[in-house]
């Protein structure tokens, strides 16, 4: 007789409830990253945008101009070019290549943190594989979300990629120093925007020529706002 | 294709629950407004199931449907739309189901410690 249910027939099989959620390991090792980071007095933003928006270059002014020791974790899918040019103006970076991965995940932050091995009261930036889909679902233990548009990228960014914009706790609206140069209408964007994520500040910015960048320290050296 | 990466967490979490024991069924609940999309997710899971426990197994996918609370307006509406508009135009709205991503159940082949002589 099957001691399961009691039956004659053993050519069923038996169920077995589980309830686990998909993003249970990735969330308890976040849960773990932001505990550490939280204890050393650390702050980390997960920056994400499509690829070419300028994350790198705002990054490299960044770390020189927020007055606070810095360092940074890069990923991207292959080459250490990002990592090179931030350690080129002097700050700690470990590049992480996620291969086929299109995401950044808490794993590969937790590892990549045990080699950049921040110091206490410092910031971190980690810049996600530039992608406006992956990312969004996977908490890497950050301190906030930085989402980064641009202005050639069209006003109507935010309600194409929803899920990813709508994580945002700061939004950044970069390469504003070309808006003579385009048709890009701001108002637009900002209506798009709020469609999706109705009360994260924006920023507009150029990381080129600094343009707006006193906002986004102002920000980043605030009280902490991020999903943590 | 965040799908890939989910669909072996999948099987990495089965197999850490059940061990060796053969899976003939895994049950997921994935939301309509949970951002992984169904599709790439079947076509995922008969590529990282190969020689592993789950090897073979039957997928069956349940698809919550999205709901939401208006933070002005305080009504409760049903979309499936990732763009979470309430009716009277506000996107200050909390989700209260549709962004569900679980491993629900799975079916195990009957195991001889089940049978009592």
Not at chain 1, 114 to 131: H, I, M, Q
Not at chain 1, 143 to 167: A, F, Q
Not at chain 2, 5 to 19: C, D, K, N, P
Not at chain 2, 96 to 109: D, N, Q, R, S
Request: glycine share 10%; proline share 5%.
């Amino acid at each position: 007789m099957c001691a399961t249910c009691g039956c004659e027939d053993h050519s069923h099989g038996t169920v077995i409830n589980l309830e686990e959620r998909l993003l249970a390991r990735n969330d308890h090792l976040a849960g773990h990253v932001r505990e550490w980071l939280a204890g050393i007095d650390v702050r980390a933003y997960n920056l994400m945008s499509s690829p070419g928006s300028g994350k790198t270059t705002l990054l490299e002014r960044t770390v020189r101009e927020l007055g606070v020791p810095c360092s940074v974790i890069e990923g991207d899918q292959e080459t250490a070019f990002d990592a090179d040019r931030i350690r080129a103006t002097g700050v700690p970076a470990v590049q992480v290549n996620t291969g086929a991965g299109c995401h950044l995940d808490a794993v590969m932050v937790r590892k990549a943190l045990a080699e950049l091995d921040p110091a206490a009261g410092s910031v971190v930036f980690v810049e996600n594989v530039g992608n406006l889909v992956c990312p969004a679902l996977f908490d890497l233990g950050e301190t906030g979300r930085v989402v980064i548009l641009s202005v050639t990228e069209g006003e109507d960014k935010p309600l194409k990629y929803p899920h990813l914009v709508r994580t945002g706790d700061v939004v950044l609206l970069n390469k504003v120093d070309l808006l003579p140069y385009l048709d890009f209408s701001v108002e637009h964007f900002l209506r798009s925007l709020r469609q999706v994520n109705p009360h994260a500040p924006v920023f507009p910015v150029s990381a080129r020529t600094g343009e707006g960048l006193s906002d986004w320290y102002g920000w980043l050296s605030g009280p902490s706002t991020g999903t943590g | 294709m965040h799908e890939l990466s989910l669909t072996q967490g999948i099987v990495e979490a089965i197999t850490a629950r059940l061990g060796e024991r053969r899976v003939v069924m895994v049950r997921l609940e994935i939301g309509k407004l949970s951002g992984v999309v169904v599709d790439s997710v079947r076509f995922c899971f008969d590529l990282v199931v190969a020689g592993t426990s789950v090897d073979g197994a039957r997928l069956e996918i349940v698809e919550p449907g999205g709901r939401a609370r208006c933070r002005d307006c305080a009504a409760e509406f049903t979309t499936d739309d990732p763009i979470l508009l309430c009716p009277c135009g506000s996107s200050d709205v909390e989700v209260l189901a549709g962004t569900e991503l679980l491993i629900k159940a799975v079916e195990v082949e009957p195991d001889v410690r089940d049978v009592r002589v």
